[in-house]
């Protein structure tokens, strides 16, 4: 009966986000410039003359009640390419996003609550008070507040003076206080760890870890060549020095739409968007090898640059920090954590070498002169906080703390990195290394005999131990197996059922049979689930628009390959769907299983939310 409930309940949710849905892209409109008496209402967007670039309201986790940002994205390519956030510190939260609209206030572009009557986030012009403002979004994806009202239109605010992680061609970057910050996630818009940013020392760019740690640089600046060495020749940049600032256009793309970006993993690349294919093309990245990225794979975690799809993994006995609220397995910015604690002071600790590596950085250095092996050891066990140790000629290297930029080599190449871990933690193929104690008393041959026969003596009840052991596990294993068989097989015979009763058709509660289309019908309706016909993404996976043959409008929602649902719970969810049909809830038309394919067809609601028809639009209304 709870579980019931609990359906019902995700099954109305599920109606009123998809009827939200709908309301967002059938309502919205689009405008050229915000005013005192033109706000920008929560669904519509701004865009630029030339059709260009656009300006809105966007949750980056589609399908998910996240935060909200002020984003600007290239209005023609798909998916949302967003090169620009203005709130990344201070998103909309959750449902309050509905309530929030742009406006111009004092002279300000304010994201303003309306239920709270608050702002979350404005452009912070103190001396604009009385003029006549306005906000305009121009082709080369500049956000500019002017002042209309004198006749040289003077700008007040621009979103050039405070990027993002994307650096647009024209774009000039201030030498001494500007730079392109990272993403924190891919689905995370807030400041990151990555930085792009001119130095003066070296009279380069730099690439900066946590605003400290610089792992790539472009070279020094060529006046002679108007260039940067480790730039490619079609990047051409102008450095004015006496107006500090640095600004950059693609030579060889005159025509084409180009970006730099500084992405969530450290690289900064140039992207090229190819018309022709409508795809983003990467021409050039640094640093080229990934593991070159200063704390890549987090600490404790070894990156390989062998592995090209995942080259990241953590060291035995540690395991990957999963960020809260989403993982993706690709993901080591939070680096790895022990599985077991360290057992300090109980002398269960040992180490675990790992071979053919590039030490981490940042270590405490310690001059030895004697015993090198056994006292480096010694030295880390005595000291609490000493998580690993390394031998580097007469040098003994510990780290007490993290263990950034481990990198696995070829063999015969690089250290042997010494981990401590606690002995439950440590498998019995590893070769466990710890100090030898001192004062170990040797024996002497007479003392020959006695040791063999009390070998015996402890020997013989341990190996009777393990074969009675091991017998046990047999038994239990086989057990196992066979039960494991039947539950299969009998999950198979289950699947089968519910496959063949679905195929036959089911009944409403009306007496009428539902609807069960091909696939083939359906990658037709939905132009083979092509991204233009895409309504949006949730956690059970996307819906669709689609035209059925007999010209009926519908929603297809094509339920997750990864989901671990099978035929009888999808078989069940059906059923259960089709007895809730009711004349204020999406109507369930049919459904569709072949091969691994699961999808529901839904009626298409081309009308307001429920939420809106039930309380009306506030927005702009006084509370």
């Known amino acids: 009966m709870e579980t019931c409930k609990k359906t019902v309940l995700l099954v109305y949710y599920g109606v009123l986000m998809f009827l939200s849905f709908q309301v967002s892209h059938v309502y919205s409109s689009t405008k050229t410039i915000i005013s005192t008496n033109q706000p920008l209402p929560r669904f519509d967007t701004l865009v630029s003359s030339g059709d260009i670039f656009e300006l809105g309201i966007f949750n980056p986790t589609p399908g998910i009640y996240g935060n909200f940002y002020i984003g600007m994205w290239y209005r023609q390519s798909s998916p949302r390419t967003v090169v620009w956030v203005a709130n990344r510190e201070s998103p909309a939260r959750g449902i309050d996003s509905h309530n929030c609209f742009l406006n ?23 001396s604009s008070k009385g003029k006549d403002v306005q906000a305009v979004l121009l082709d080369n994806g500049n ?105 950059y256009s693609v030579v060889d793309y005159p025509d084409s739409i180009a970006r730099l970006v500084i992405d969530v993993s450290g690289q900064l690349g140039l992207h090229i968007w190819n018309a022709d294919i409508q795809v983003w093309e990467t021409t050039w990245s640094q640093p080229e090898n990934k593991c070159e990225v200063y704390n890549y794979c987090g600490s ?6 062998n592995q090209k799809e995942m080259p990241c ?4 006995g540690f395991e990957r920090v999963v960020r809260q609220g989403w993982d993706d397995v690709n993901d080591f910015s939070g680096g790895c954590k022990r599985e077991t604690k360290l057992q300090c002071g109980k002398g269960n600790d040992k180490f675990v070498p790992i071979k053919n590596i590039k030490l981490a950085s940042d270590p405490i250095t310690l001059i030895l002169t004697s015993s090198l092996v056994t006292t480096c050891a010694s030295a880390c066990l005595a000291n609490c906080s000493c998580q690993a140790y390394a031998l580097d000629n007469n040098k003994c290297l510990m780290w007490t703390r993290n263990a950034f930029n481990l990198q696995q080599l070829d063999a015969n190449e690089g250290n042997t990195f010494f981990l401590r871990l606690a002995s439950s933690n440590i498998s019995p193929k590893a070769s466990n290394i710890s100090p030898p104690l001192s004062n170990i008393s040797t024996t002497t041959s007479n003392q020959g005999k ?13 190996v009777l131990s393990l074969l009675v052991a091991a017998g046990a596990a047999l038994l239990v294993g086989l057990y196992c197996y066979i039960s494991s068989t039947r539950r299969r097989k009998g999950t198979q015979t289950e699947e089968k059922q519910s496959r063949e009763l679905l195929e036959g058709g089911l009944i409403d509660d009306d007496g009428e049979n539902m609807c069960y289309l091909n ?30 043959a007999n010209g009926m409008d519908v929603a297809i929602k094509r339920l997750s390959k ?11 969810e059906v059923v259960l769907i089709i007895k809730l049909q009711h004349k204020n809830l999406v109507r369930l038309l049919g459904y569709c299983v072949e091969g691994d394919e699961k999808l529901l067809i839904y009626e298409y609601m081309s009308n307001k939310s429920l939420d809106i028809l039930l309380f009306g639009n506030w927005i702009g209304r006084p509370v």
């Open 313 to 316: 993994r953590c060291v035995p």
């Open 519 to 548: 696939l083939h019908d359906i990658m037709a309706a939905t132009n083979s689930f092509s991204e233009e016909k895409k309504l949006g993404e949730g956690g059970f996976g996307p819906v669709y628009k689609g035209k059925l």
């Open 300 to 305: 404790f975690g070894i990156c390989n640059e």
């Open 450 to 462: 006695t040791e063999h026969s009390e070998g015996i003596s402890l020997v013989l009840p341990i």
């Open 104 to 126: 111009i206030s004092n002279g300000n572009l304010i994201l303003h609550n309306n239920i709270y009557n608050g702002a979350i986030w404005s452009t912070g012009v103190n």
């Open 562 to 572: 990864k989901s671990s649902q099978g035929m009888k719970e999808f078989k069940n």
């Open 143 to 247: 956000l500019v507040l002017r002042d209309v009202s004198s006749s040289s239109a003077a700008v007040l605010w621009q979103s050039f003076d405070h990027p993002s992680d994307t650096w647009l061609p024209v774009a000039k970057l201030k030498l001494r206080d500007q730079r392109l910050t990272s993403w924190k996630g891919l689905t995370d818009p807030s400041p990151g760890r990555y930085s792009l940013e001119f130095d003066h020392r070296s009279n380069s760019l730099i690439t900066v870890w946590n605003r400290s740690k610089s792992y790539w640089s472009s070279g020094p600046w060529d006046p002679r060549l108007r260039a940067f060495k480790n730039f490619p020749d079609t990047v051409s940049f102008k450095l004015n020095v006496d107006e500090s600032y640095i600004t």
